[in-house]
């Protein structure tokens, strides 16, 4: 059983890598990558249902509404937090349930927060500047992993 978690981990630690060098270069997330995504922690989360493994159904249905909740958010900001960001994020949703959800948001906005503030200080940044945040999300996602 312990296996297949740290399975799962590695896994999801390599998509969100991925995904995270394609933001920082490009901005633009592939629709088929998120969809993948999608499908493969719906996957996961059945598997781990098979076998004993699984989270609630409810906390994986609020984590996805969460995800939701941030697609409407760039839907009102005409992208000004990405549909792609958005979709990670109910991905997620769907892979850790609401309350791991909520720990990797904290801590994602907490160091996108930090790097804006560093980069404005610096006069590195504009205050209109973009920076991609799903490189946050996998931090979050690590730092949610390793306190257990």
């Known amino acids: ?7 799962s981990q590695g ?4 998509y969100l890598t991925c995904l995270s060098l394609i933001d920082i270069r490009t901005r633009k997330i ?11 922690a719906i996957f996961m989360q059945i598997w781990k249902s098979l076998k004993g493994a699984s989270i609630s159904p409810i906390l994986i249905v609020s ?24 979709i990670v994020i109910l991905i997620l949703g769907i892979c850790l349930g609401l309350w791991d959800l909520l720990i ?13 503030i560093l980069l404005l200080v610096w006069n590195k940044g504009a205050k209109k500047q973009s920076m991609p945040f799903i490189p946050f ?12």
């Open 63 to 86: 984590g996805a509404a969460v995800g939701i909740v941030f697609l409407g958010i760039s839907k009102i900001t005409r992208e000004a937090f990405g549909y792609g960001d958005g």
């Open 30 to 40: 592939p629709i088929w990558l998120l969809g993948a995504g999608g499908i493969m």
């Open 1 to 7: 059983m312990q296996q297949m978690c740290e399975l």
């Open 137 to 148: 999300l996998c931090i979050g996602y690590v730092a949610v992993i390793l306190m257990g």
């Open 104 to 116: 990797v948001l904290m801590i994602s906005f907490l160091g996108a927060s930090l790097i804006a």
């Open 11 to 14: 896994v999801w630690i390599v």
